[in-house]
């Protein structure tokens, strides 16, 4: 079934009580449970991952691969070597979201990566793209004009 959006309708069902609607029941204090976008910070591995890798292993490779706490909020992208699996590991509202992607054709476009110990930091634009399967190194971006209310409040930057 389709909903209005054109996406896959599914229902949760609870014994004893009505079906929700998913887009309901992932909705938490109003704010969405399971979701990411640009307001996140993003830091790519750099080096393939095995992703039969779980949260606690994954956890371990963010402290000991790329110097960071996984409980800050930021997002961990993970790869195999063949590129054809992704996993990125969340820390939200009090607990770990692991998403995983398997590419059924094509493989994560990856940018060139110099061996160094810790993430590369990603923006969200970048991830998509990657995924996407675009060469990051193919692209030329015009300079925008963008004001991010993470550097501070009065701040503005120049975004690529």
């Known amino acids: 079934m389709l909903s209005?959006?054109?996406?896959a309708s599914c229902y949760v069902g609870?014994?004893?009580r009505s079906a929700l609607?998913?887009?309901?029941a992932l909705l938490v204090g109003g704010e969405d449970?399971?979701?990411?976008?640009?307001?996140?910070v993003y830091?790519?591995?750099?080096?393939?991952?095995?992703m039969r890798k779980g949260f606690d292993a994954l956890c371990g490779e963010v402290r000991r691969g790329m110097g960071r706490d996984p409980i800050s909020g930021e997002v961990f992208i993970f790869y195999n070597s063949g590129r054809t699996r992704l996993k990125l590991l969340h820390w939200k509202r009090g607990g770990f979201v692991l998403y995983h992607k398997r590419f059924e054709r094509g493989i994560l476009t990856l940018p060139?990566?110099?061996a160094r110990e810790g993430g590369y930091q990603v923006s969200w634009?970048?991830?998509?793209?990657?995924?996407e399967g675009v060469e990051l190194e193919r692209i030329r971006s015009r300079k925008r004009y963008?004001?991010?209310?993470?550097?501070?409040?009065?701040?503005?930057?120049?975004?690529l």
Do not use: W
């Not at 609607?21 to 309901?24: I, R």
């Not at 634009?125 to 995924?131: A, D, G, T």
């Not at 963008?146 to 501070?152: A, C, T």
């Open 112 to 114: 060139r990566l110099e």
């Open 4 to 7: 209005e959006r054109g996406s």
């Open 125 to 131: 634009r970048e991830l998509v793209l990657m995924v």
């Open 146 to 159: 963008d004001i991010s209310l993470k550097n501070s409040i009065n701040s503005a930057r120049i975004s």
């Open 14 to 16: 609870h014994p004893g």
């Open 33 to 40: 449970m399971f979701s990411l976008g640009d307001s996140e």
């Open 21 to 24: 609607h998913a887009d309901q």
């Open 43 to 50: 830091y790519l591995s750099c080096t393939a991952t095995d």
